[in-house]
């Protein structure tokens, strides 16, 4: 555990960049051989390096974002720790403890809150619905964020880390899990029902996530976790669904036009807000 903790304390920034690159390569070449949607270019323009480029233009807008506002996660950490302020200054745990206790409150706060209140909250539901567009949910699906989101999970990131007492080896600990565990869960391939039964006990699975990008409500308002599985059901916002039954995107934004050009999607948040449509399911369906 040491050691682990010896690594993040010092990790470049080119093996940051390689677990982000890295993790995009491997899961795209595992969805390219088990799809569990073959999406093909047909009337609606599908064109998966099309789709791909769009997905990756906003990863680096969330890199812009993240690398200019870093600064400010760097001086919480420090402030927390030099002042020993959070939960982590104010308990003595074993290494080991600490590791799983402050990456599951980063995890709650840092993702799960800011998921949920992006949903409940009109304003950042705005930004947060360029996500919701995406038509082809795949890998690459996992930093589709519009830079004005990037700056509102940023901002709950360093709450957590506020709240937590976070050094900063666990953050970065925390960044790599995250992306990783994201770009998994977003990946175009559905796992068998035996290991997902086993692994979301643990980890939000790709068959777990998938619900969350059903284009109605009330099924896209379930399934917010991003490393940790149980935050749902804590809460009451798990629901299951077969991947068969799954139709991506959002039903206030429908038109290829709409979701298929950078352009429009950076104008959404800044445009006429339309109230979902949702659809009526049977009373022992609903989450």
Known sequence: MERLVHYFEHIPSSHRSLILVGGIT????????????????????????????????????TILVNFIL????????????????????????????????????????????????????????????????DAYVDTTTANRHHPGESVIRFAFTTLAVLIVGSPMWLVFLYQALSVLLSQFNHANIELPRWADRLLSLVIVTPNMHHVHHHYVLPVTNTNYGNIFPFWDRLFGTYYEMAGNELHYGIDTHTEPSEHSHIGNLLKIPFSKYRPPVGEKLPAEKLP
Not at 35 to 54: C, Q, S, V, W
């Open 70 to 133: 870093a600064f400010i996660l760097l001086q919480t950490s420090d402030w927390t720790v030099r002042h020993h302020v959070g939960l982590l200054q104010w308990i003595t745990l074993p290494l080991w403890a600490e590791v799983i206790v402050g990456l599951m409150i980063l995890d709650l706060i840092g993702a799960w809150l800011a998921h949920w209140t992006e949903h409940k909250v009109k304003f950042m539901w705005r930004f947060h619905l360029i996500h919701h567009t």
């Open 26 to 61: 491997l899961f795209w070449l595992i969805e390219s051989a088990v799809p569990l949607f073959r999406f093909k270019r047909d009337t609606i323009g599908y064109r998966k390096l099309h789709h791909a480029g769009i997905n990756i233009f906003f990863t680096l807008t």
